[in-house]
T-cell receptor
Framework: GENVEQHPSTLSVQEGDSAVIKCTYS??????FPWYKQELGKRPQLIID?????GEKKDQRIAVTLNKTAKHFSLHITETQPEDSAVYFC????????????FGKGTRLSVIA | ETGVTQTPRHLVMGMTNKKSLKCEQH?????MYWYKQSAKKPLELMFV???????ENNSVPSRFSPECPNSSHLFLHLHTLQPEDSALYLC????????????FGPGTRLTVT
């Protein structure tokens, strides 16, 4: 089955700097890669996703890149703000069959003002 | 934030008790999930139901028993739990499995004494 590794487990950045979180996956058939954000005391919510037919996707200050050959994908947050502080989870799955998302172990991002 | 609801929000139970967690989704989704969230394993998939049929049981001990009477409701029946089962139990739903966004409930904070 799929295995998703996520690094780093914790990340501290100064406000305004960029943050990068990296994930690797094992199942070469996986083709859907979402990122979820969980603020303290709140539920996880989808912030961005990418499918294997594209290499990069942007939404304002966040972007995700995918390298299918190397089986890794990354979340990039630019101009970080205190409200970006949260736990971020990457995940991977196939888009066919009854294959649920497999989540990484999360990265706790702290943006220091 | 009211698309997926969970009750109770907090539960304290002894190891010999029997209790149930309830999840309800008002989004017209077909897939529902139970996750366990703890410091050791931040998002651990337990069970998946798709169109009321269980499609995934992630090697969960039999002291956890899921029930999905229809696509809108999901229960997790608990009996003879152990202190290490103390965690946040999150329910989620999605239109289908695979590449669909999962919507999480607020969770039930369970403490086993």
């Amino acid at each position: 089955g799929e295995n998703v590794e996520q690094h780093p487990s914790t990340l501290s950045v100064q406000e305004g700097d960029s943050a990068v979180i990296k994930c690797t996956y094992s199942d070469s058939a996986s083709n859907y890669f979402p990122w979820y954000k969980q603020e303290l005391g709140k539920r996880p919510q989808l912030i961005i996703d990418i499918r294997s037919n594209v290499g990069e996707k942007k939404d304002q200050r966040i972007a995700v890149t995918l390298n299918k050959t190397a089986k890794h994908f990354s979340l990039h947050i630019t101009e970080t703000q205190p409200e970006d502080s949260a736990v971020y989870f990457c995940a991977a799955s196939r888009d066919s069959g009854n294959t649920p998302l497999v989540f990484g172990k999360g990265t706790r991002l702290s943006v220091i003002a | 934030e009211t698309g997926v609801t969970q009750t109770p929000r907090h539960l304290v139970m002894g190891m010999t008790n029997k209790k149930s967690l309830k999840c309800e989704q008002h989004l017209g989704h077909n897939a529902m999930y139970w996750y366990k969230q703890s410091a050791k394993k931040p998002l651990e998939l337990m069970f998946v139901y798709n169109f009321k049929e269980q499609t995934e049981n992630n090697s969960v001990p039999s002291r956890f028993s899921p029930e999905c009477p229809n696509s809108s409701h999901l229960f997790l029946h608990l009996h003879t739990l152990q202190p290490e089962d103390s965690a946040l139990y999150l329910c989620a739903s999605s239109l289908g499995t695979g590449y669909y966004e999962q919507y999480f409930g607020p969770g039930t904070r369970l403490t086993v004494t």
